[in-house]
């Protein structure tokens, strides 16, 4: 028998170049893969990005559109996890709703956290075209939930689901001379001796 070293050789060498070649293939397209996948996870929305497209609540009180008002801080866990669903929300119903943010760390909204008994965050007031309170809920609502109030405030119909109340942060109006050691919004309510 008469066999051709060369060929041998020529034929290992091909297989292992293909070899080679699918292996960066495949590397290739796993990297592709991955990247897209994780810029899809980290596009989620935070709060601060929310609030500085959010409408302002001077044109929320004129442009006569009914309006979701959101009290919400910053430390406020559940604030930061019903974000992404309210982004969503917001884009679905943003033609005909305004979106209002108020941060209850920010003095100036202290009218509004009394007038609207803000004790808890998230806190969502529901206000008709003419800027009257048809509705609130308190804590995290399911995004079905505050999708379907939303249908009902943009239809002018009473809410399906006024007055829910979900896990919350504890919040407290400083409406009387506050000690500096409560000053810590993040005390969540607990007793500072």
Same mark, same amino acid.
């Given at each position: 028998m008469?066999?051709?070293?060369?060929?041998?050789?020529?034929?290992?060498?091909? /297989? *292992?170049?293909?070899?080679?070649?699918?292996?960066?293939?495949?590397?290739?397209?796993?990297?592709?893969?991955?990247?897209?996948?994780?810029?899809? !996870?980290?596009?989620?929305?935070?709060?601060?990005e929310? =609030? !500085?497209? /959010?409408?302002?609540?001077?044109?929320?009180?004129?442009?006569?559109?009914?309006?979701?008002? %959101? $009290?919400? =801080?910053?430390?406020?866990?559940?604030?930061? =996890? *019903?974000?992404? !669903?309210? +982004?969503?929300?917001?884009? &679905?119903?943003?033609?005909?709703?305004?979106?209002? *943010?108020?941060?209850?760390?920010? @003095?100036?909204w202290? #009218? !509004?956290?009394? &007038?609207?008994?803000?004790?808890?965050?998230? +806190? $969502?007031? $529901?206000?008709?075209?003419?800027?009257?309170?048809?509705?609130?809920?308190?804590?995290?609502?399911? &995004?079905s939930?505050?999708?379907?109030?939303? %249908?009902?405030?943009?239809?002018? @119909?009473?809410? #399906?689901?006024?007055?829910?109340?979900?896990?919350?942060?504890? $919040?407290?109006?400083?409406?009387? #001379?506050?000690?500096?050691?409560? /000053?810590? #919004?993040?005390? +969540?309510?607990?007793?500072?001796?």
């Amino acid at each position: 028998m008469n066999v051709n070293p060369s060929n041998s050789t020529n034929s290992s060498s091909l /297989a *292992m170049r293909l070899r080679n070649f699918i292996i960066v293939l495949v590397a290739i397209a796993l990297s592709v893969t991955i990247f897209i996948g994780l810029r899809t !996870e980290t596009a989620s929305v935070s709060l601060n990005e929310m =609030a !500085e497209t /959010a409408t302002p609540l001077d044109v929320a009180f004129s442009n006569d559109k009914p309006t979701l008002v %959101e $009290f919400y =801080a910053n430390w406020c866990t559940v604030c930061q =996890a *019903m974000a992404p !669903e309210l +982004h969503e929300i917001r884009q &679905k119903y943003g033609e005909n709703t305004n979106f209002v *943010m108020l941060n209850v760390d920010n @003095s100036k909204w202290l #009218p !509004e956290l009394v &007038k609207y008994r803000v004790d808890g965050i998230p +806190h $969502f007031v $529901f206000l008709d075209r003419e800027g009257t309170e048809v509705g609130q809920t308190i804590g995290e609502i399911p &995004k079905s939930l505050m999708a379907a109030n939303i %249908e009902a405030l943009v239809a002018g @119909s009473s809410l #399906p689901y006024n007055g829910t109340v979900g896990q919350d942060s504890e $919040f407290a109006a400083p409406v009387a #001379p506050i000690k500096a050691s409560q /000053a810590d #919004p993040r005390v +969540h309510g607990s007793q500072v001796q």
